[in-house]
């Protein structure tokens, strides 16, 4: 479990002070994948340092599994910082070391016995699926082997919590997915709490048990997959499940209406029922179906013609649990 409060932290920039992160908190749970997403500037680099006290927050508090991590000594802050296990964009593996001399690397670092490094070097390889590959060197292995291998020595000395900054920035789209399901399986297997720190939808969509939208130093909307996806016009619900186009300029006259909906809604014949129900067309301009967060959604752009009757249609579909937004055509 890892818990931040009202994280501040202002940089002093010759005469002027620059907020990089203006109160940000989060709360994420043992066993679940929490995405922070935002443009560059947001605030991502500076959260990550705050996280793992290479830079100290200006005010607020980080805790892990329950121990505060802000009021650290610094004499005690190699040992809080091993509760933190990092994934970078890049591996950054030693050349000269094998696969299993990297992921042994943390262990020796901090004196665990030769027999026990052995133990979990072979245990750790297994479980990133590189039991085969401990004595290739990195120059020998694919990008997506090279974070494997990133993944594992972050897990070494057994952290509370795995931090990843832009974990798949520098893969191809089916290595990307590889990790990601990964980095689910390590969550499930090891009950393991993981933040990842992502310019990427698709990281959220893939890969995120709930996601926080960083702006300017704010977590302007957060959420569980499920809950910011069914938010009809919020930023998260338009870039998660987008409709593909503009609205066209030639429609003929009428009402374009977006519509979301989710669960049992997704199944049913929303459209056709609409039609039947209150004797119209109903045009289909967009429409995007899909599964996020366990639950099937469906965000439609439809078009009524003039003479509809537009408020009891909406009423109608509002009544039924169903998001809906119109625009004059
Ligand atoms: N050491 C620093 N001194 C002064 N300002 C800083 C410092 N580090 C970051 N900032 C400022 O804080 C804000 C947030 O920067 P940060 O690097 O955390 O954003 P980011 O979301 O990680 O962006 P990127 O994805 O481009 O790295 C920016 O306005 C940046 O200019």
Redesign the pocket.
Same mark, same amino acid.
């Given at each position: 479990m890892i818990t931040v409060t009202d994280l501040r932290k202002v940089?002093r920039?010759g005469e002027r002070d620059?907020v990089?992160l203006d109160g940000v908190t989060l709360s994420v749970p043992k066993g679940s994948v929490h995405g922070i997403i *935002?443009h560059? *500037?947001? *605030?991502?680099?500076?959260l990550v340092r705050c996280l793992t006290l290479l830079d100290r927050p200006t005010s607020g508090s980080v805790a892990i599994a329950g121990q505060e991590l802000a009021n650290v000594s610094d004499r005690d802050l190699l040992a809080a910082r091993r509760r933190i296990g990092m994934v970078f964009q890049h591996a950054n593996l030693l050349d000269s070391r094998t696969t299993a001399q990297n992921v042994a690397f943390p262990l020796e670092l901090v004196g665990t016995p030769r027999k026990r490094v052995a133990e979990r070097v072979a245990e750790l390889l297994q479980l990133v699926g590189l039991d085969r590959f401990a004595d290739a060197y990195p120059a020998q292995l694919s990008g997506g082997q090279r974070q494997r291998v990133g993944i594992a020595r972050a897990l070494a000395t057994d952290p509370d919590v795995l931090l990843c900054d832009e974990p798949t920035s520098a893969l191809d789209p089916q290595t990307t997915d590889e990790i990601l399901a990964l980095i689910k399986d390590l969550r499930d297997r090891l009950q393991l709490t993981v933040l990842i720190i992502t310019?990427e939808m698709h990281v959220v969509k893939r890969a995120c048990d709930s996601v926080s939208l960083l702006e300017a130093g704010k977590i302007v909307e957060h959420g569980s997959l499920a809950e910011v996806v069914g938010r009809l016009g919020g930023r998260l619900s338009g870039a998660l499940l987008p409709l593909p186009g503009e609205v066209p300029e030639d429609l003929p006259a009428g009402t374009v209406l977006e519509l979301l909906y989710s669960g049992e809604h997704a199944v049913e014949p929303v459209i056709s029922g609409i039609a039947r129900r209150f004797d119209t067309d109903v045009n289909v301009l967009a429409g995007s179906v899909e599964s996020l967060g366990g639950e099937q959604f469906a965000h439609l752009r439809i078009h009524l013609p003039a003479g509809a009757d537009t408020a009891a249609i909406t009423d109608h579909l509002k009544a039924s649990g169903i998001a809906v937004a119109a625009k004059e055509a």
């Open positions: 940089y920039q620059v990089a *935002g560059s *500037g947001a *605030g991502k680099s500076t310019h």
